[in-house]
């Protein structure tokens, strides 16, 4: 028989090419085309008139509608069958015969997913099975797992539990599910009772692969996830949910495991990857692909991921296109709460119990289970919400008074979330229809012109830094006004500085210095602005050595930077500035690693690394701990390197602010322990270097964290 779809159904004329037509239906993947075909084999079956034909495609639209979402379809082919097989039970050869009792327990299962059957007809279906099974002898095992399904479906535990035992106890034959689907709906029923040790147990044959079948392991691969998590068993959860949900992507037939990889994204930090997974089944949203239990999972799942998004200030973040929504995530949410409410109401007013709408509250509270599990895959950003900065203290809603105080806390220590701190005093000052005045104003100014400098917008930070100092000395405060005239000394040197502006705003450093000693004998100023000033000479002398033009000028810039460094940091020390030796130390070991000088540039940045860390500001510490972990690796001591980035390892990680750091400083982790032979640990700090370069936007660090994974 030759051609394809109808036309292959057209051409069947006996049994044999009805059996070529079937073999290559069972070939098609679940879904309405299949449906359509099996409706057309039976057609053509009972245009034959041979009851063993229409029997056996009696069969495969039963199995088509099951795995397709149709199940209340597979009821009805399941009642023609059992009067075909009733009424001509000669035309049922064994095999034949094994196949009709093999279906009867898949659509009185099914069944339950359909909330306009009704109780007594599902009740019905299973004594006749019984009957049937205890009438040609089998075993009540299939008996007694549909009967645990219904009552653990209607709430009634103490039932559900009797079954699930008698169920264990009955024996095997030929009529029982194989052990891979066995153990999976085991595992589920543990789950629900929280035994996750128990179902995870029972999974592993599944898991490892010593028990498959068609929609083994994929489907217990999505079921493990949630207790996996909840064990703290992370790496396992990773890796199931990597190799799992390609096994599942588009299959209808795995529609709720498809729901289980998006909430386990959902609650692992990896939202980005769960709207990629929700927008490519979409068209699930917009029209359900299957019964109404299987899509209570599927859209439950998605809720999860919505709720999530909408609770990080992310409900405007575009989703998916679903018609008749903006295809947010707030708009999204918004409707398939109000489908699950509807759907529950289904079910619980055919079951007489409110036990789905408990599950379903259950499930919609579950919290992110980690903060971040690192998958080890390229997703999309969710970028934070607008308006928000990232270390921002949450005090929103906090008196201006307590954010000035919280702003001039992390200003004092350098913390990296100074900046985040001081425009969120200047906006809850401008909600109150105020503005920023006073010393205040001279604060935020230099706030502002630090984190412009700092990012290379050199003129706008120039002229911020002008305004600082004006609001410095109007205000009462010359040493922080010599300051910041210092730094402006210093930034009109930069290449990126624009000519006219660096000329209308350059400073004399000599001048201020000058003016900072008188300040300093009149005890007007405190000496850490002395040593500030200081700081900004050696910054200085070491841009004008990083731009000599020749030789002679190199070798008189370098003697120059010496000194200028050595009087920064004899002052620092005098005066028992920690942060300000450790900022020198930091500094002279990038002089000493300029001249190859390695063991000068390791004393120091050790030196800058301690100094940091006993001025109690371990932010500081971040990077000298990294070059050194480093320059460590590269003289061949990777032990020392891993000692070096994990002093500062719990700094990086939890100060956004750091997070570029913090994606180098894993980079190195990674190299340390590799070259230790500790692959395991190499490969998650690889994984979580990637999932940090991919949250900075850096597609290229990211490409490159993932090809060295190939090496480990």
């Not at 069947?12 to 057309?40: K, N, Q």
């Not at 645990?148 to 029982?176: K, N, V």
């Not at 590269?634 to 913090?662: C, M, N, Q, W």
Request: proline letters at 5%; glycine letters at 8%; aromatic letters at 4%.
């Amino acid at each position: 028989m030759t051609g394809t779809g109808e036309g292959m159904y057209d051409q069947i004329v006996d049994a044999e090419t009805f059996d070529t037509a079937r073999w290559a239906l069972i070939e098609e993947p679940y879904g309405v085309a299949r449906s359509a075909h099996a409706e057309t084999l039976l057609a053509a079956a009972e245009r034959l008139g041979r009851t063993p034909l229409i029997a056996r495609a009696l069969i495969e639209t039963v199995t088509a509608y099951n795995f397709g979402g149709e199940a209340p379809k597979g009821a009805v082919s399941m009642g023609r069958l059992l009067r075909l097989f009733d009424t001509q039970p000669g035309a049922f050869d064994d095999a034949l015969t094994h196949s009709v009792f093999w279906h009867l327990k898949w659509v009185t299962g099914s069944l339950l997913a359909v909330p306009e059957v009704p109780l007594p007809t599902i009740r019905g279906f299973l004594d006749d099975m019984e009957r049937r099974f205890r009438t040609a002898g089998h075993s009540l095992r299939p008996v007694h797992q549909c009967r645990m399904y219904l009552y653990e479906h209607t709430g009634d535990q103490d039932r559900a539990a009797r079954e699930f035992e008698a169920w264990l106890a009955a024996d095997r034959d030929s009529l029982a599910d194989c052990d891979a689907c066995e153990r999976r709906e085991q595992g589920v029923w543990l789950i629900e009772r929280h035994e996750d040790a128990r179902a995870l147990e029972i999974f592993e044959p599944v898991l490892s692969g010593m028990r498959t079948c068609a929609e083994e392991p994929q489907v217990t691969i999505g079921d493990s996830l949630l207790p996996l998590l909840r064990l703290g068993r992370l790496d396992e959860a990773r890796h199931n949910h990597v190799r799992g949900y390609p096994m599942v992507r588009g299959r209808v037939a795995s529609y709720e495991s498809i729901g289980k990889h998006i909430e386990f994204c959902a609650l692992t930090g990896n939202e980005g990857r769960a709207v990629e997974i929700t927008a490519r089944h979409r068209s699930w949203l917009a029209q359900p692909a299957s019964d109404a239990g299987d899509h209570l999972e599927f859209l439950g799942a998605v809720a999860v991921l919505l709720r999530r998004l909408v609770g990080l200030g992310r409900g405007d973040l575009p989703v998916a296109a679903v018609p008749g929504t903006d295809g947010t995530a707030a708009g999204l949410l918004a409707v398939a709460e109000r489908d699950l409410t509807a759907l529950a109401a289904r079910f619980v007013a055919r079951n007489g119990s409110d036990h789905i709408s408990r599950q379903l509250a259950e499930r919609l509270d579950r919290a992110p289970l980690v903060d971040t599990l690192p998958l080890g895959v390229r997703s999309i950003l969710i970028p934070a919400p607008r308006g928000t900065a990232a270390s921002a203290p949450p005090a929103a809603v906090a008196p201006v008074d307590d954010l000035l105080h919280r702003a001039r806390e992390l200003d004092a220590s350098a913390h990296p979330a100074a900046a985040s701190a001081w425009e969120a005093y200047a906006a809850a000052v401008e909600a109150e229809g105020g503005e920023v005045v006073g010393p205040p104003a001279a604060e935020l100014a230099s706030s502002r012109a630090l984190a412009l400098l700092n990012s290379g917008d050199i003129g706008p930070g120039l002229f911020e830094l002008k305004a600082a100092a004006e609001e410095f000395a109007r205000h009462g405060n010359p040493g922080r006004a010599a300051v910041a005239r210092a730094r402006t000394a210093v930034a009109v040197l930069h290449p990126a500085a624009p000519v006219t502006i660096a000329m209308a705003l350059a400073e004399d450093l000599d001048e201020v210095t000058a003016a900072m000693d008188d300040l300093m004998e009149a005890a007007e100023a405190p000496a850490a602005d002395l040593v500030a000033v200081l700081a900004c000479r050696a910054a200085a002398a070491r841009i004008r050595l990083m731009t000599a033009e020749d030789e002679a000028a190199s070798q008189a810039a370098r003697a120059a930077t010496a000194a200028e460094l050595s009087r920064f940091a004899d002052a620092a020390e005098r005066h028992g500035l920690h942060h300000r030796v450790a900022e020198a130390a930091e500094f002279r070991a990038h002089l000493a690693m300029m001249d190859g000088d390695h063991d000068a540039a390791r004393a120091a940045l050790n030196l800058a690394v301690d100094r940091s860390l006993a001025a109690e500001r371990p932010w500081q510490a971040v990077e000298p701990a990294r070059i050194l972990g480093n320059l460590l690796l590269h003289e061949g001591h990777p032990e020392s390197a891993e000692a070096t980035f994990l002093k500062v390892h719990d700094t990086a990680r939890d100060i956004p602010e750091l997070r570029a750091e913090y994606a180098e400083l894993l980079i190195g982790l990674t190299n340390a322990t590799a070259a230790t032979g500790r692959l395991d640990a190499a490969l998650e700090y690889a994984l979580r270097a990637a999932d940090e370069h991919d949250r900075l936007g850096d597609r290229t660090g990211a490409a490159h964290c993932r090809r060295g994974l190939a090496a480990l």
